[in-house]
């Protein structure tokens, strides 16, 4: 099937297969930073109702991870007849360790005494993942091309120190709806290009509010990680709002910055507990992901050599540590020498990890056949 129109607004969301072929077609980063990201964890739970605080917000920056992995918590207790709160944890997708599992580090999280107290006699309800932009102002690509236009997380308007997006997604939206009817009334041609749709963004509270946090996310690139990231922040950003006359780098593209097996130190991490922290397939069960089984695949690689030969060679194999959802194992090959890397597609809950994080670039995701993925509710 085919849609013939002469205008398309795209809004995938974050790292959309859609845009990703857009933005190589037509050269959109040319004069943007490659684009950062992280992967955000998500639980959903029921707690003991006088442990309930209708609008309360936590968050924390930092631990389980080391002082040069990015990342934090959120938990918000949601107002709501029934006493439910959401928890999850942020990691971001340039750390180096090929052993770091962001899953992990999220339930060992959950055991930090100040969590513990709330979630303690509650049951988990529901579990989720997604992919999140983390370049903000810097990584903004042209955001118009013949045909079309890109807007909300596919085109990386996230606030990553808020953790907030929404708003900028909307109005996004908006203006670009105003460029486009400008465009159609003013011009017969066949496939229009809304231009004015880039000057209307950069005149809007969008640009403003990016631009003031554009320093936060790249300044903990730096020798003292975490604790040199707040002291910028909270004085450039926290003091004088953002108003430094120049811009960090955010560096090279996160799948380019793991180190090697032998470089690091493998990560222990606890057992889960079953009662505050969970294994992985059981966790994929509660995001009622399901795929037909004969649909065409949508997870491939464009080399069946790689994962092998240099991911389980070089990196012991990350594929089964960064995916949330337990779509990557490597197994024993029949013959009994070797291994070969197994591919769980009927797990995909579509965050989008493989695609970001694989180090050569060799896994593929696009949207699966008739609406398949995770049946989040409530999440």
């Given amino acids: 099937m085919e849609f013939h129109t002469r205008v398309t607004i795209f809004a995938e969301g974050c790292h959309g297969h859609l845009t990703k072929g857009l933005v190589k077609k037509f050269n959109l980063r040319e004069k943007a930073e490659p684009q950062s990201y992280g992967i955000g964890l998500k639980e959903l739970w029921e707690i003991p109702i006088?442990?309930?605080?209708?609008?309360?917000?936590?968050?924390?920056?930092?631990?389980?991870?080391?002082?040069?992995t990015y990342g934090g918590s959120f938990l918000y207790h949601?107002?709501?007849?029934?006493?439910?709160?959401?928890?999850?944890?942020?990691v971001g997708l340039d750390y180096t360790n090929p052993y770091l599992s962001p899953f992990r580090e999220f339930q060992r999280f959950k055991?930090?005494?100040?969590?513990?107290?709330?979630?303690t006699g509650g049951k988990r309800i529901a579990y989720g993942a997604r992919a999140l932009?983390?370049?903000?102002?810097?990584?903004?690509?042209?955001?118009?091309?013949?045909?079309?236009?890109?807007?909300?997380?596919?085109?990386?308007?996230?606030?990553?120190?808020?953790?907030?997006?929404?708003?900028?997604?909307?109005?996004?939206g908006m203006l670009a709806a105003e460029s486009i009817f400008e465009s159609l009334t003013d011009s017969s041609k066949e496939r229009i290009e809304p231009l004015s749709y880039g000057e209307k963004l950069q005149n809007s509270f969008?640009?403003?509010?990016?631009?003031?946090?554009?320093?936060?996310?790249?300044?903990?690139?730096?020798p003292l990680g975490l604790?040199?990231?707040?002291?910028?922040?909270?004085?450039?950003?926290?003091?004088?709002?953002?108003?430094?006359?120049?811009?960090?780098?955010?560096?090279?593209?996160?799948?380019?910055?793991?180190?090697?097996?032998?470089?690091?130190?493998?990560?222990?991490?606890?057992?889960?507990?079953?009662?505050?922290?969970f294994d992985l397939l059981s966790s994929v069960a509660l995001t009622g992901?399901?795929?037909?089984?004969?649909?065409?695949?949508?997870?491939?690689?464009?080399?069946?050599?790689?994962?092998?030969?240099?991911?389980?060679?070089?990196?012991?194999?990350?594929?089964?540590?960064?995916?949330?959802?337990?779509?990557?194992?490597?197994?024993?090959?029949?013959?009994?020498?070797g291994e070969r890397l197994q591919i769980n597609a009927q797990n995909c809950i579509h965050c989008k990890t493989c695609d970001i994080k694989d180090t050569t670039q060799n896994i593929k995701w696009v949207t699966p056949e008739g609406g398949g993925g995770p049946a989040y509710n409530g999440m």
């Fill in 50 to 68: 006088e442990k309930h605080r209708p609008g309360r917000v936590e968050h924390t920056v930092g631990w389980p991870l080391d002082r040069n």
């Fill in 78 to 90: 949601l107002k709501d007849d029934t006493p439910l709160v959401a928890v999850g944890f942020v």
């Fill in 111 to 119: 055991h930090h005494p100040s969590i513990a107290a709330t979630l």
């Fill in 289 to 337: 992901t399901n795929h037909e089984d004969n649909q065409p695949p949508h997870l491939t690689l464009l080399d069946d050599s790689v994962p092998v030969n240099l991911n389980l060679k070089e990196y012991d194999g990350p594929e089964g540590r960064f995916c949330p959802a337990g779509v990557y194992e490597f197994v024993p090959l029949e013959s009994g020498s």
């Fill in 133 to 172: 932009n983390e370049g903000g102002f810097q990584s903004i690509p042209k955001l118009t091309f013949p045909g079309g236009c890109l807007i909300g997380c596919g085109a990386g308007l996230l606030n990553v120190p808020k953790i907030k997006g929404t708003h900028n997604a909307m109005k996004s």
């Fill in 206 to 222: 969008v640009w403003k509010e990016l631009k003031a946090v554009r320093n936060c996310r790249p300044s903990f690139h730096n």
């Fill in 227 to 277: 604790y040199g990231g707040l002291a910028y922040s909270g004085f450039f950003f926290g003091v004088l709002r953002g108003i430094e006359p120049w811009t960090l780098s955010h560096g090279k593209p996160d799948h380019t910055r793991l180190k090697k097996m032998n470089e690091v130190t493998p990560i222990e991490y606890p057992k889960p507990d079953g009662v505050l922290s």
